[in-house]
Structure formats: structure tokens, C-alpha cells
């Protein structure tokens, strides 16, 4: 079993930055692949971002690609999505996921959600 716990959502205003955390327990941290997803209102959860086990393989959604860095570290059992020039349409319930078997894209292929943390940005 894995527990993941989201923080660092807020409001913010357009072009302006937030740092989200996931910090995981139960299973050995550094032994799994992360990922990032996205809801927003009214529509489909979408993939934002994952990083594997070592961090040594990044992948982006492109409509994130050059805004948004995702990092984690396994010493602190902890994965981040640091986002920047932020833009309305980020604006949705973000949440990690661990243990892919499959994909890192696909939402289905994750074992584990944290709760989710929201993210608003004004115009």
C-alpha cells in the first residue's frame, strides 16, 4: 500500500508560480514511478506529468511542457510539481498518483491517488 498526500495549492494570479508537493508512504518510495493529473470542472482528468522511479525520465503534457518541472526526492519520500507562468485554463483539482504498471500517461494504470489539492488561477 502507498498514502500520498497533496499540498501547496492556492490561488495565484496569471504568470505567477506554485510548488506542489506529494509526500508518499508505505512502500518504498524510490522503487515506484510518479505521476501528476489534472481535473478540471466539467471536464475529463488529464495527465500533467511523471517522473520514474531513479528520476532519471521526465515526461510533460505539452500543454505543460516549459512551464511546468516535476522533481522528487527520494530521501524525503516526496515528489513536486513546480509550476510557473501559470495560466487560467491550469485552473483544476491536481493529484498524484504512484505505482504505475503500464503507461505513465494513462490515469487507469496507477495503483495509488493522493486526495487531490486545488488550483486556482485568476485572470
Known amino acids: 500500500q502507498v498514502q500520498l498526500v497533496e499540498s501547496g495549492g492556492g490561488l495565484v494570479q496569471a504568470g505567477g508560480s506554485l510548488r506542489l508537493s506529494c509526500a508518499a508512504s508505505?512502500?518504498?518510495?524510490?522503487?515506484?514511478?510518479m505521476g501528476w493529473f489534472r481535473q478540471a470542472p466539467g471536464k475529463e482528468r488529464e495527465f500533467v506529468s511523471a517522473i520514474s522511479a531513479n528520476a532519471g525520465s521526465t515526461y510533460y503534457a505539452d500543454s505543460v511542457k516549459g512551464r511546468f518541472t516535476i522533481s522528487r526526492d527520494n530521501a524525503r519520500n516526496t515528489a513536486y510539481l513546480q509550476m510557473n507562468s501559470l495560466k487560467p485554463e491550469d485552473t483544476a483539482v491536481y493529484y498524484c498518483?504512484?505505482?504505475?504498471?503500464?503507461?505513465?500517461?494513462?490515469?487507469?494504470?496507477?495503483?495509488?491517488w493522493g486526495q487531490g489539492t486545488q488550483v486556482t488561477v485568476s485572470s
Open positions: 498518483a504512484a505505482y504505475p504498471r503500464g503507461t505513465y500517461y494513462e490515469g487507469r494504470n496507477y495503483a495509488y
Open positions: 508505505g512502500r518504498t518510495f524510490s522503487s515506484y514511478a
